[in-house]
């Protein structure tokens, strides 16, 4: 014991004890750090090309193994975080492509950017139910006009059908079509080489126009349908704007509905 004591009594035996542990220490840190980038890690990656605002699915996500010093950026290593979210409206994820945070989103996140500021100031959002055949076999694009065409039934002041009239006629006409989405809320012209159903034809419309589309809408025991007609509007030189083409159409709406503003 007096041995030991007299060795680690000497300043210079202490001085390389504690610059031999302080290299066993180095050594182990770096082996570890070593280790840590090189030992491979499961992360997800994208078994095919997904969109922009695309909603990511199971099949739609596979796993491989990667050493972290590969991995660059802010990449997803759990596939449970994006499964039921969405691809960036300005993203693009390649087949082979890792998930990376900037580029998954959830849904309430999701911006069109062939929607946001391609209306005038004033108009408001319309989205109208549609599918393949209101569409004429899906041939209504984004950037054409149609005019909006309402089919309604008439009813008689007496309790007798037999005096109903089945009205049809031009509502509003120049109205621009923003967008045309799935019934997934995908953009169905986002790519071609997979065309999707239409489910959703966006377009933008005055306050006023909004609400008479709206109001007509509702008016399910009228047995109402709104119609979308294609026009050449969009190959003149100068489109004029959205206006209501049927005032009598216009008047009828408004006699056999009400509308309540908030007031703040």
Request: aromatic share 8%.
């Amino acid at each position: 014991m007096a041995g030991i004591k007299r060795f680690l009594s000497n300043k210079n035996t202490v001085t390389i004890l504690c610059v031999i542990l302080g290299i066993i220490v180095l050594y182990l840190g770096y082996q570890k750090r070593i280790e840590d980038q090189i030992s491979p890690i499961t992360v997800p990656y994208a078994t095919q090309t997904i969109s922009p605002g695309t909603l990511i699915t199971e099949e739609m996500v596979g796993t491989m193994e990667v050493p972290p010093a590969m991995l660059q950026g802010k990449p997803y290593t759990d596939s449970s975080a994006i499964i039921g979210k969405y691809t960036q409206s300005n993203s693009v994820i390649p087949e082979g492509s890792l998930f990376y945070e900037n580029s998954v989103v959830e849904e309430a996140q999701v911006i069109d950017n062939s929607i946001i500021g391609n209306y005038p100031e004033g108009y408001e959002l319309y989205s109208l139910d549609v599918d393949m055949n209101s569409t004429y076999g899906n041939s209504i694009l984004p950037g054409n006009y149609i005019d909006i065409y309402l089919k309604a039934i008439n009813k008689s002041s007496g309790n007798s059908q037999d005096n109903d009239k089945i009205m049809v006629g031009k509502l509003l006409q120049n109205v621009k079509v923003l967008a045309v989405y799935d019934s997934s809320g995908n953009n169905v012209f986002e790519n071609i080489d997979q065309l999707s159903t239409p489910s959703q034809l966006i377009f933008a419309l005055p306050h006023d126009y909004w609400v008479l589309l709206s109001k007509a809408s509702y008016l399910g025991s009228y047995n109402t349908e709104i119609v979308p007609v294609p026009t050449d509007a969009g190959s003149k030189e100068e489109v004029e704007e959205v206006s209501i083409a049927n005032e009598t159409l216009r008047n009828w709406i408004d006699d056999v509905t009400e509308w309540t503003e908030d007031i703040g």
